[in-house]
């Protein structure tokens, strides 16, 4: 249920946690408190002082690696979606919901944080294990033709 007391379907499960993680605002580096309610693999909801607008990217911090199931030990990015302000005894806070930041490899199409990408030159997106054996292979022919390919994907 939500919290209009309607039936609630999503794409993921939600987790529930009640965890202390830091917020940043892309190009402004502060860190900013906020606890953590609940995470799915589509994105997660917490709360803050900072009134965030839709749109706003930012980076999310948590002292537990892994946590946010995403292959990033502390530090991954996030996309605000909606932002209220709470009321009560929690006047001055706000509650954020934002969806994961994320991109597909061209390599292996599996999907990975932003901040783990690496561009070519071409405009190939690569992740670190395909760029890993993307660098490792021979100057040849091979790996011409596989990056003919990757590009021809895109």
């Known amino acids: ?6 039936l609630d379907y999503r794409a993921f ?5 009640n965890t202390s993680i ?18 799915s693999k589509d994105g997660l909801n917490f709360v803050t002082p ?24 502390y530090v991954t990015g996030a996309k605000a979606v909606w932002s209220g302000k709470l ?13 994961w930041l994320s991109i597909q490899c061209d390599g292996c199409h599996e999907r990975m944080p ?6 070519t030159s071409e405009a190939l997106v ?8 993307f660098e490792k292979s021979s100057n040849g022919l091979l790996r011409h033709s596989l990056y003919r390919h990757l590009l021809g994907n895109i």
Do not use: V
């Open 126 to 133: 690569l992740c670190p294990l395909c760029r890993e054996a």
């Open 22 to 39: 830091h917020i940043s605002i892309w190009g402004e580096g502060a860190l900013l408190p906020a606890t953590l309610n609940n995470f």
């Open 114 to 119: 932003l901040k783990q990408c690496y561009r």
């Open 13 to 17: 499960p939600r987790h529930p946690i």
């Open 50 to 73: 900072a009134s965030l607008q839709p749109g706003t990217l930012i980076d999310i911090e948590t002292p537990i690696p892994g946590l946010l199931e995403t292959d990033a030990a």
């Open 87 to 99: 009321a009560g005894t929690q006047s001055g806070y706000y509650e954020i919901g934002a969806t």
């Open 1 to 6: 249920m939500n919290r209009d007391n309607n």
